[in-house]
């Protein structure tokens, strides 16, 4: 693996702590979360470019804008959606085809080439994140406009982590503090408009701004690096790794209980990352 795949895994095991902050802080209103979130993250990366004179990477053309808020914003909106008008486990379940997409999107719009074993790490996968996330799991009609707006948000982010590489390629990483930025006063707009107001407490501020530096914060300049420069395909079928790294911190922290299943979805999800990262593939483009 190259440092920009690596990069690409970082985020991936910053985003298994999501559930478990997000645990923390239940209560605080999701848009209001992630308005703060987004907040300190990019008040972080303007502070960033500011102390290294690289303030100018903010000047991109309005597609990359476009590109990052959209993608950031985007996702964000159509899962709190979801979550809303769905069930969460049917929600989880659909939101997380978005690893499946990546690696289908990239060899459709990058031109990379699946292999044997991508597609049987992907396989591995997905039947370990259906195992965790569908026990017991009944869709229903009712559901229907939740259950859209979780697939879009699938969509909406692997578009955007597949197109990272594709439109934005020549975007430095750095220009996502100006995204974030974006993304946290459009969140702070929907939580006006959607939202009941709430007083976050210094714990929940706490947790907030942890969120900010960690999965709202270095997750996203990592996994934009590694989109851009690494290989998407392993990327996209090592995020298979999240929900499962998510159920199993949450059992340490005694929110949820142990069980056969999470320990074979474990191993089916760690085994496929294994088999698609162990053998020699075209190199990405």
């Known amino acids: 693996m190259n440092p920009?795949?690596?990069?690409?895994?970082?985020?991936?095991?910053?985003?298994?702590?999501?559930?478990?902050?997000?645990?923390?802080?239940?209560?605080?209103?999701?848009?209001?979360?992630?308005?703060?979130?987004?907040?300190?993250?990019?008040?972080?990366?303007?502070?960033?470019?500011?102390?290294?004179?690289?303030?100018?990477?903010?000047?991109?053309?309005?597609?990359?804008?476009?590109?990052?808020?959209?993608?950031?914003?985007?996702?964000?909106?159509?899962?709190?959606?979801?979550?809303?008008?769905?069930?969460?486990?049917?929600?989880?379940?659909?939101?997380?085809?978005?690893?499946?997409?990546?690696?289908?999107?990239?060899?459709?719009?990058?031109?990379?080439?699946?292999?044997?074993?991508?597609?049987?790490?992907?396989?591995?996968?997905?039947?370990?994140?259906?195992?965790?996330?569908?026990?017991?799991?009944?869709?229903?009609?009712?559901f229907i406009p939740g259950y859209a707006a979780a697939i879009g948000a699938a969509f909406v982010w692997a578009l955007y982590s597949v197109l990272s590489r594709k439109w934005s390629a020549a975007v430095p990483t750095g220009a996502l503090a100006g995204f974030c930025v974006v993304t946290a006063m459009l969140a702070a707009i929907a939580h006006c408009l959607f939202e009941p107001a709430f007083m976050p407490t210094a714990t929940n501020w706490l947790v907030a701004v942890l969120l900010g530096c960690g999965p709202l914060g270095a997750a996203f300049y990592l996994w934009d690096y590694g989109m851009k420069q690494g290989d998407p395909r392993l990327i996209g079928t090592l995020a298979y790794i999240t929900p499962v790294a998510s159920t199993l911190l949450l059992a340490l922290a005694g929110y949820a209980a142990f069980s056969p299943a999470l320990v074979l979805a474990s191993l089916l999800v760690a085994g496929g990352g294994l088999i698609a990262s162990s053998f020699k593939t075209s190199p990405a483009k």
């Open 4 to 142: 920009a795949t690596l990069s690409g895994i970082g985020a991936i095991a910053l985003w298994a702590f999501l559930a478990l902050a997000a645990r923390a802080e239940a209560g605080v209103p999701p848009f209001e979360l992630t308005a703060i979130g987004f907040g300190v993250s990019g008040m972080l990366g303007l502070a960033w470019l500011v102390r290294s004179g690289q303030l100018n990477q903010l000047r991109q053309a309005p597609r990359a804008w476009a590109h990052g808020v959209g993608g950031l914003f985007g996702y964000h909106a159509l899962y709190f959606f979801a979550l809303a008008q769905a069930p969460a486990a049917q929600a989880n379940l659909l939101n997380y085809l978005w690893p499946l997409l990546i690696v289908l999107l990239s060899a459709w719009l990058l031109g990379l080439k699946l292999s044997t074993h991508h597609w049987l790490g992907i396989a591995l996968g997905l039947v370990g994140s259906f195992m965790l996330l569908g026990q017991g799991v009944a869709f229903s009609t009712t």
